[in-house]
């Protein structure tokens, strides 16, 4: 742990009301979008974090920003215990310090361009006493996560290791990756009691007429060559082949912004988020392991195995976008919206999200101003694009609504 950050463990006060830590002038929110974006360029573009992994840092950075914020504003219960503020402190300096730090310590590869932005940050906000608390308090919000992350199973020696049968997982063509980040279902999770806290049915016997009519839909709808699909069901699919973790959180950007949150409300927004998000994925990660269910390429160019009479093989079969290295059940796409979904609607509304979101695969938006939209068009693109069984994507989105929904009944509550 680097020295600065230590320090900021040992950081104590006195506790003062909001009112007089803040000031008169109510601190800018736009700090908040302005470092959940050096984040996301931090984590995809710098450093080529792997997608599902992602989540974790979104989840560790925005806890870390919003415990600073509400050390000084108060309003909301902090998720890890913060030392009280004694005198004006800046929130808008507590908040870019604790962003910075924490991906400071997480991606020293960035750390040159990360000073840049902090520089950047606190060249807008008045010298001063109260300036040099906010940093303070963002050092030790920031050292208390990272304290709180540590020997938490990142990394961990974790391996996928099973026997290729009929309906079980194995690398898929054309690359026939080993399984990626296999040790993320085995994380300490942020909010759940434990990776398997959410109860799933598991995927179907691949001797089911559920299993064949599953089959018979991906086989149709999400085939490169010859499906079903209508071309606006293609745009549809492509369009979900970006980044979900990037996407949902340019998108909550844009919805703060525009509903003029204040400071603390932008703060616990991207906190619950992030740490959804990164539950949501946890939890998954882990199902992919405990069921190691094979993925559609598979289970169609090998339904001469399956002794289910309903499905005919295609050894030729192929889906539209190549399948990623991990088993189908279940899907990672559909934990992330489920979680996304559920969050939108806990701050805006479930009939009223009204979420902007844009794809850099087709150059384009979409809006939903529901969440049950959200999740009906992203559980069905990952089927066209020929990557997940239905129950996959179905049992996935529970999933997602029920790790947010846990998370935002037992953290960030108001004080």
């Not at 979900?244 to 003029?260: E, I, S």
């Not at 998954?284 to 390429?297: G, L, S, V």
């Amino acid at each position: 742990m680097s020295a600065i950050v230590v320090a900021g463990l040992a950081t104590s006060a006195v506790a003062v009301p909001p009112s007089l830590a803040t000031g008169t002038k109510p601190a800018d929110p736009a700090v908040i979008t302005t470092w959940n974006a050096i984040a996301e360029r931090t984590v995809f573009a710098e450093n080529a974090t792997p997608i599902p992994a992602s989540g974790l840092y979104f989840g560790f950075v925005s806890i870390a920003v919003y415990d600073a914020v509400v050390a000084i504003e108060g309003r909301y219960r902090p998720y890890l215990k913060q030392p009280h503020v004694r005198g004006k402190a800046s929130t808008e300096a507590a908040a870019a310090t604790a962003a910075y730090r924490v991906l400071s310590y997480y991606f020293p590869a960035s750390a040159q361009n990360l000073a840049t932005d902090y520089a950047s940050s606190l060249s807008s906000i008045p010298d001063g006493s109260a300036k040099t608390r906010g940093q303070q308090v963002g050092d030790t919000a920031a050292a208390s996560l990272i304290k709180a992350r540590l020997d938490d199973g990142r990394g961990a020696a974790v391996t996928l290791d099973v026997t290729p049968a009929p309906g079980v997982w194995r690398p898929t063509p054309d690359a026939f990756a080993l399984t990626l980040v296999p040790w993320l279902g085995f994380v300490e999770p942020l909010a759940l009691k434990s990776p398997t806290q959410v109860r799933l049915p598991g995927p179907d016997p691949i001797t089911s007429k559920a299993y064949a009519r599953d089959f018979a839909e991906v086989k149709a709808m999400g085939a490169a060559e010859g499906s079903d699909r209508t071309p606006a069901q293609t745009q549809t699919a492509l369009f979900w082949n970006a980044n979900a973790p990037a996407q949902y959180q340019a998108a909550l950007r844009t919805r703060v912004t525009q509903r003029g949150l204040d400071i603390v409300k932008s703060a616990r927004a991207f906190a619950l988020l992030g740490t959804s998000t990164a539950d949501a994925l946890i939890a998954c990660w882990r199902a992919k392991y405990d069921y190691a269910y094979w993925r559609p390429i598979t289970a169609i160019r090998l339904a001469d195995t399956d002794g289910n009479r309903a499905t005919t093989p295609d050894p030729a079969w192929t889906s539209l976008v190549p399948t990623p290295p991990y088993p189908d059940y279940v899907s990672g796409h559909a934990c992330v919206s489920g979680a996304t979904s559920e969050t939108f609607s806990r701050l805006f509304g479930e009939r009223s999200i009204n979420l902007t979101v844009s794809s850099t695969v087709t150059g384009t938006t979409r809006h939903f101003r529901t969440a049950a939209a959200l999740d009906a068009e992203t559980k069905n693109a990952r089927i066209w694009l020929g990557l997940h069984f239905r129950q996959a994507m179905d049992d996935g989105n529970r999933l997602g609504h029920r790790v947010a929904s846990w998370t935002a009944n037992h953290e960030f509550q108001r004080r």
